[in-house]
């Protein structure tokens, strides 16, 4: 099975900071063959199911705001929110989808400092 | 739009079964993959399975192999799971979630979640 951790545990930033966000899995993620990287970011609020924010480790979804993004390659991910928002405070998750199970990350709790 | 409804929230003794349903609208059913995911209380994400609603066939976690059955019935447009063997550790919200890829089938992202069914287990 891929091993997926992130860091911190939990972060809390003033609004209007930059928050980043460290997604690393056991085993690279990415095919050569098409040089994608299978890693998803979720965003999950309490009582919310989790949402869909990055797919292809960089691909925003739509309506996903910009201030959002993801990059990184093989075996180590960021996502950042660039200037955060009180709308924003939420457990993140990172997955892989390179292999089943299909493995998250044990999620990173944002709070606004 | 694109919508996962869920059924509602069970409470089991252990060593019950929960069949959770998951009905599926504004899209064509059977072209996309259908995962499920279950969150323990406090805890993160587990994924559970996955079923392909076309020919049904279906991969599933290997910790839960022999107690978790995914089906779809393509008349409804719904999926069902199943979980046997109840136990305590069982208690969880388990979400249906559909992935937009139908060409990399299981391994895939999930875009469009449902709102979750809670399956508490106790005696």
């Known amino acids: 099975d891929i091993v997926m951790t992130q860091s911190p545990d939990s972060l809390a930033v003033s609004l209007g900071e930059r928050a980043t966000i460290n997604c690393k899995s056991s085993q690279s993620v990415s095919y050569s063959s098409n040089s994608k990287n299978y890693l998803a970011w979720y965003q999950q609020k309490p009582g919310q199911p989790p949402k869909l924010l990055i797919y292809?480790?960089?691909t925003r979804e739509s309506g996903v705001p910009d201030r959002f993004s993801g990059s990184g390659s093989g075996t180590d991910f960021t996502l950042t929110i660039s200037s955060l928002q009180a709308e924003d405070v939420a457990v993140y998750y990172c997955?892989?989808?390179?292999?089943?199970?299909?493995?998250f990350g044990p999620g990173t709790k944002v709070d606004i400092k | 739009q694109v919508q996962l409804v869920q059924s509602g929230a069970e409470v089991k003794k252990p060593g019950a079964s929960v069949k959770v349903s998951c009905k599926a609208s504004g899209y064509t059913f059977t072209t996309y993959y259908i995962h499920w995911v279950r969150q323990a209380p406090g805890q993160g994400l587990e994924w559970m399975g996955t079923i392909n609603p076309s020919g049904g066939s279906t991969n599933s976690a290997q910790k839960l192999q022999g107690r978790v059955t995914m089906t779809r019935d393509t008349s409804t447009s719904t999926v069902y799971m199943d979980l046997s063997s109840l136990r305590s550790e069982d208690t969880a919200v388990y979400y249906c979630?559909?992935?937009?890829?139908?060409?990399?089938?299981?391994?895939?992202?999930?875009?469009?979640w449902g709102q979750g069914t809670t399956v508490t287990v106790s005696s």
């Open positions: 292809w480790a960089s």
């Open positions: 997955q892989q989808y390179y292999n089943t199970p299909l493995t």
């Open positions: 979630a559909r992935g937009p890829n139908p060409t990399i089938g299981y391994y895939d992202y999930m875009d469009v």
